[in-house]
């Protein structure tokens, strides 16, 4: 079984969508109290790669994803998956949400088989590849605990397996790792990057934290304060699979860490001049950086 | 199996070693002492406690209350008040879960009936109770009735107050998954709500058993006479009625008898509810 089931895991039934944002604005409010949170934006979410969206906390990134995802809609422009537009929430598109959102009262199993039950496919199949995806997330002995008897990286990961088991296009991971502690946070990142180089489905990553994002990237978009367009994009052109240890040592990596700073930076000056408490934080803490680089 | 006895026994005995049991039978003791000691202390020394020389003393009640387990009439009286409590109880479970749950889901609906339902809402289920008489043909249906109402808006408020609770994201969750309305109402409502509804109910009982009592009390007791005299009405009658023979010991008898039987029902549905939320258990 753990054979047959292996070999569902290893054939990708195709390598996701692509995703092409263009224009898209979205503000909250009416007339005077009017706040935009998105102002004509666009990027790409290529095929098969891993795009990591990088931005100062509080920069519309959540907004962008409740768009992707299709939960809200834009006031203006358009979101295009594989030439279709996105009308609604669908299962091409799943979201790993902060902090995850497994459902409390359904075990592990529960939460991992909550798709397939939805649609109707409660088959032997589904019930094998939710056994070899409990596997190898390390979560077989934890097929009956509830989310909160799970520690906080193995929730992460029983999320991940739920989104991964409805085979999506495109995975949708806002800050997944966010709130773990530094020693769970680069296992959970090592176990990711693994996963990914596994699959290879296209992934749209939200992080804050830059060395992530270097780590696990093949592209990262650098967002604009709000209202929040895409500010520039850094090609992470490092071999797969990366090693955390050598990527801190290796010059490429760093030239790229020192770009990306430096191009935060100047958005968090930006909004910093437009009185932004978050951006005067960001500008203390990785001042210091870049001059002792 | 051995390991679970065993940490059952450990936790037993480390809980009747540990300070705060011993904090709380002390203080029980000191308190039936001061009760005896003050309803008692005119008869010792001349001197009368305010109010507390006007109650019975603890010994005089527990005695009271042996003579009356031995008595069928008693047991007829808790028995009324148990099922007119439980009949109230259950149809305000029945009537208030889907009310709650459909308030929360439809805007609609919750616009039509939430005006109606806070102007209801505020009146005593007590000053329900002559007009109860007048509506309901018997008197057993208008005490069963204010019972009713007694549970059924606190477990109202709790099913929309849980229903709304529910965090957005395992509705986008759901959605996404490609749930349909019915899957998320049965898989990602029901459930959510599930905790504020044994809440609900938890609270709702012991409001019942308040009610109820009261109710009995006024109504005059609904079947009395069905087993003779002041027995036949439930608790709440079978304490007016000793007020009225000036049988104080068994006021109070009466009383903490309602204490037990309300603490007996509320455990009951907190064990209840423990098992239809495992989910919450800790470990």
């Known amino acids: 079984m753990a054979h047959i089931a292996s070999t569902q895991i290893n054939a990708p039934t195709s390598f996701g969508s692509e995703i092409v944002v263009k224009n898209v604005s979205k503000s909250y409010g009416t007339d005077v109290f009017t706040k935009e949170v998105v102002q004509n934006c666009s990027f790409t979410i290529e095929r098969s790669k891993l795009t990591v969206m990088i931005g100062p906390s509080g920069c519309g990134k959540s907004t962008l994803i409740r768009l992707l995802a299709g939960f809200e809609r834009p006031n203006s422009g358009t979101v295009k998956v594989d030439d279709k537009p996105v009308t609604g929430p669908g299962v091409d598109r799943l979201v790993c949400f902060q902090e995850t959102a497994l459902f409390p009262w359904m075990t592990t199993y529960d939460n991992i088989m909550y798709g397939p039950r939805a649609r109707g496919e409660d088959t032997p199949e589904m019930r094998d590849f939710a056994e070899a995806l409990l596997q190898k997330v390390g979560l077989a002995a934890f097929r009956k605990k509830y989310p909160s008897q799970l520690s906080g990286g193995m929730q992460r990961r029983a999320e991940l397996a739920r989104c991964m088991i409805n085979k999506p296009a495109v995975m949708i991971l806002d800050e997944p790792f966010r709130g773990l502690d530094a020693m769970t946070k680069r296992l959970m990142q090592e176990y990711y990057a693994n996963l990914y180089n596994e699959f290879r489905r296209t992934t749209f990553f939200v992080t804050t934290d830059i060395d992530e994002a270097i780590y696990l990237a093949d592209r990262i978009l650098i967002m604009s304060n709000i209202p929040t367009r895409v500010s520039s994009v850094i090609d992470v052109d490092l071999p797969r699979p990366r090693n955390a240890e050598n990527i801190t040592e290796s010059d490429e990596a760093n030239a790229i860490k020192m770009q990306a700073l430096q191009l935060l930076h100047q958005e968090a000056m930006k909004s910093f001049a437009r009185g932004s408490k978050a951006a005067a934080d960001f500008i203390e803490a990785y001042s210091k950086r870049i001059s002792k680089d | ?283």
């Open chain 2, 1 to 283: 199996m051995m390991n679970q006895v065993e940490a059952i026994f450990l936790k037993a005995t480390s809980f009747i070693t540990g300070e705060e049991f011993w904090r709380g039978v002390v203080a029980i003791i000191v308190f039936f002492i001061f009760w005896e000691v003050g309803s008692r202390s005119e008869a010792w020394s001349g001197f009368a406690f305010p109010w507390i020389s006007q109650v019975p003393p603890p010994t005089a009640v527990l005695l009271e209350m042996f003579k009356l387990i031995q008595e069928p009439s008693f047991w007829h009286s808790a028995y009324l008040s148990t099922l007119r409590v439980f009949e109230g109880f259950i149809a305000a479970m029945i009537v208030g879960i889907p009310l709650g749950l459909a308030m929360a889901v439809s805007r609609v609906f919750y616009g039509i009936t939430f005006p109606v339902f806070e102007v209801l809402r505020p009146i005593p289920p007590l000053a329900w109770v002559p007009a109860s008489i007048i509506f309901w043909p018997t008197q057993e249906l208008s005490i069963a009735f204010v019972t009713f109402l007694g549970a059924f808006f606190t477990i109202v408020i709790n099913v929309i107050g849980g229903a709304r609770a529910i965090d957005v994201r395992y509705f986008q969750a759901a959605r996404s998954m490609g749930s349909s309305t019915w899957d998320i109402f049965r898989r990602i409502i029901l459930p959510g709500t599930l905790p504020s509804i044994v809440v609900g109910a938890t609270v709702g009982v012991g409001i019942t058993w308040a009610v109820v009592v009261a109710a009995e009390m006024i109504s005059g007791g609904g079947s009395a006479g069905s087993m003779g005299g002041a027995a036949g009405g439930g608790l709440g009658f079978f304490i007016w009625n000793s007020y009225v023979g000036g049988s104080y010991t068994q006021i109070v008898a009466g009383m903490i008898s309602i204490g037990i039987a309300g603490y007996i029902s509320s455990a009951a549905i907190r064990k209840l509810g423990d098992l239809l939320t495992p989910w919450l258990a800790e470990g």
